[in-house]
């Protein structure tokens, strides 16, 4: 019985604790946003070589580098906040297949998974391939990030990035790599998982232009706190925005000095 197993609880635990912030911040209207997580390293051998509850999905375009792995993925059409209280009714594992063509439902019931799994596996792949030590991918739709997307001049990756950035000095230390931004693309499209990957190997957040957000990281809660960091500045800017004011920011100086400080 996969809940006998403390380790792998105690990651699900995480994965609801996180699904339940984004419904808390308002970023999960309705089925909004969809995590992954890499849990192989949770599993016992005999956990692995379980029987599955489905024949082999094929899927779009083969993850190599995935195979044999095994992830927790919510569910398509799923609420993040029924995943907060029921992850395991909401969400299922997979287990990748066939050197990486197919991937089948492991446990603990038949759920579909999320939309977006072509860019969720394909940025996995990507990741495991480049060596990073990458379990989780988080997507989620965060209004203030989502709202700044929708103003051309700031869909250019280094000009948002210093905006955001220069709000609070947190922001540069939480989000030290900076933000790739994705022109827009219909989503759970291969087109926007291929877009996607691209900007990974400068950025650990990624926009999706009028669509949302990514993170990936090593843990959830992590990927969730550069997120929320994000936010913030969003606010602080639009905040003084709504008052009549251009914000003025942190110098370039001040900037370098805070990279220098903590060795960013
Ligand atoms: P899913 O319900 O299929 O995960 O879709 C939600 C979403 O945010 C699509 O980008
Ligand atoms: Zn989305």
Not at 7 to 15: F, G, N, Q, T, V
Not at 49 to 58: E, F, N, Q, W, Y
Not at 85 to 99: E, N, R
Not at 151 to 175: A, F, G, H, N, Q
Request: charged share 20%.
């Amino acid at each position: 019985m996969i809940r006998d197993n403390k380790p792998l609880m105690a990651e699900i635990d995480r994965i609801a604790e996180v699904a339940g912030y984004l419904w808390e911040k308002g970023w999960a209207e309705r089925n909004g946003g969809n995590i992954s997580v890499n849990i192989t390293r949770l599993l016992t051998a005999e956990e692995l070589s379980m029987t599955p509850l489905t024949t082999d999905i094929a899927l779009e375009e083969p993850v190599e580098a995935l195979n044999g792995q095994v992830f927790y993925v919510t569910g398509t059409g799923k609420r993040m906040r029924y995943v907060a209280k029921a992850p395991f009714c909401h969400g299922a594992l997979i287990g990748i297949t066939a050197g990486g063509t197919s991937y089948h439902i492991l446990a603990e019931k038949p759920i579909a998974p999320t939309s977006e799994l072509p860019s969720h596996l394909l940025m996995h792949n990507y990741l495991r391939t480049s060596g990073r030590q990458t379990n989780v991918v988080l997507h989620t739709h965060p209004t203030d990030l989502i709202g700044l997307t929708h103003c051309t001049p700031y869909l250019d990756s280094e000009k948002l990035t210093r905006l955001l950035w220069s709000m609070i000095p947190e922001c540069r230390i939480v989000v030290p790599g900076g933000i790739g931004i994705v022109p827009y693309e219909i989503p759970g499209t291969l087109a926007l998982a291929h877009a996607t990957i691209k900007q990974l190997s400068r950025n650990d957040v990624v926009f999706w232009e009028k669509h949302g957000v990514l993170a990936v990281g090593e843990d959830i809660i992590d990927c969730f706190d550069a997120i929320d960091t994000l936010s913030k500045s969003a606010q602080i800017y639009f905040s003084a925005r709504a008052a009549g004011y251009e914000p003025e920011g942190m110098t370039n100086r001040q900037l370098d000095d805070l990279a220098e400080a903590f060795r960013l």
